[in-house]
């Protein structure tokens, strides 16, 4: 397969453990913020989102964070999983008139056996 | 599931020559989007179109990247003259809803330019 990254962060978790996955963000004016998936070779994959009024939203295994105090978002895997082994990038939203989605830098997420 | 389609997977040209990817959407998505991605980075996004009309393209590089979607549905996404610089994964999203976080990605066209 294709690597996505060959220089980007990376956690390294042993399968069945819970993982976090941090992103700091630097604009106050952002409101929405979103998480994504990206496995070798393929297209960024939707995980989950979560708007500013919020500070905690849950999927399924998954939960996003957010601290607006110190503008700190991260996204928890329960029981990671060999398949949830891929690159995981937060973006977000800013609030003024081009409502443009801003990819972060990414977190390469590897599930020992 | 339908999935955003996206040719040619990969392309290799030379510098100085022209390129071009094409994008389907999903049906019924009016927004559509392409990002570049370098290897290493997050998608940066060059232009998101509205149905025909372009509703962002203040990254594109106009003197020498284009992008069009003359009947609102598929896009052609053109590089020309090609430069070294430009090797990245092209990728193409639409999504339902115009200000949503919420897009659906084709697997990309790899282009390398030598």
């Known amino acids: 397969g294709e690597s996505v990254g060959l220089h980007l962060p990376t956690l390294s978790v042993q399968e069945g453990d819970n993982s976090i996955i941090n992103c700091a963000y630097s604009n106050s004016a952002s409101d929405y913020f979103i998480w994504y998936k990206q496995e070798s070779g393929k297209g960024p994959q939707f995980i989950i989102d979560?708007?500013?009024?919020?500070d905690k939203r849950q999927g399924q295994r998954v939960t996003v964070l957010l601290n607006k105090t110190v503008k700190h978002l991260s996204l928890q895997i329960a029981a990671t999983q060999p398949g949830d082994s891929a690159v995981y990038f937060c973006?977000?939203?800013?609030?003024?008139?081009?409502?443009?989605?801003?990819f972060g830098s990414g977190t390469r997420l590897l599930v020992r056996p | 599931e339908a999935e955003v389609a996206q040719s040619p997977r990969y392309k290799i040209t030379e510098k100085s020559q022209a390129v071009a990817f094409w994008c389907d959407p999903i049906s019924g998505h009016a927004t559509l989007y392409w990002y570049r991605q370098i290897l290493g980075q997050g998608p940066e996004l060059l232009v998101q179109f509205q149905d025909e009309s372009v509703v962002d393209d203040s990254q594109l590089p106009k003197d020498r990247f284009s992008a069009e979607r003359l009947k609102g549905v598929d896009s052609t996404l053109k590089i020309q003259p090609a430069e070294l610089g430009d090797s990245a994964m092209y990728l193409c999203?639409?999504?339902?809803?115009?200000?949503?976080?919420?897009?659906?990605f084709g697997e990309g066209s790899r282009l390398t330019v030598l």
């Open positions: 999203a639409s999504s339902l809803l115009a200000n949503t976080g919420e897009l659906f």
């Open positions: 973006a977000e939203i800013l609030m003024d008139s081009s409502y443009k989605l801003i």
């Open positions: 979560i708007r500013s009024n919020m």
